[in-house]
């Protein structure tokens, strides 16, 4: 997945809706990283479709919003 894009979208939603610091944000999405990579992941290679967000925008740093 886009996750670049899952990771903006987050920041977004958590900083405008739940006011939580860019920071305890980023702190949160890199704690979380080993969850997706052992429990996300392999399920990708699992099913049929595959559906991806696709960015409009420039996502090569996720961390400046």
């Not at 990771?7 to 939603?13: A, G, L, N, T």
């Not at 939580?20 to 080993?34: F, G, K």
């Not at 420039?58 to 919003?65: A, K, V, Y």
Request: aromatic fraction near 10%; proline fraction near 8%; hydrophobic fraction near 35%.
């Amino acid at each position: 997945p886009i996750t670049n894009l899952e990771w903006i979208q987050k920041i977004h939603r958590d900083n405008a809706e739940r006011g939580y610091s860019a920071e305890a944000i980023v702190d949160t999405i890199l704690r979380r990283m080993p969850d997706y990579i052992n429990h996300i992941c392999p399920q990708f290679s699992r099913t049929d479709i595959n559906f991806q967000r696709v960015p409009t925008v420039d996502t090569s740093n996720p961390f400046i919003c």
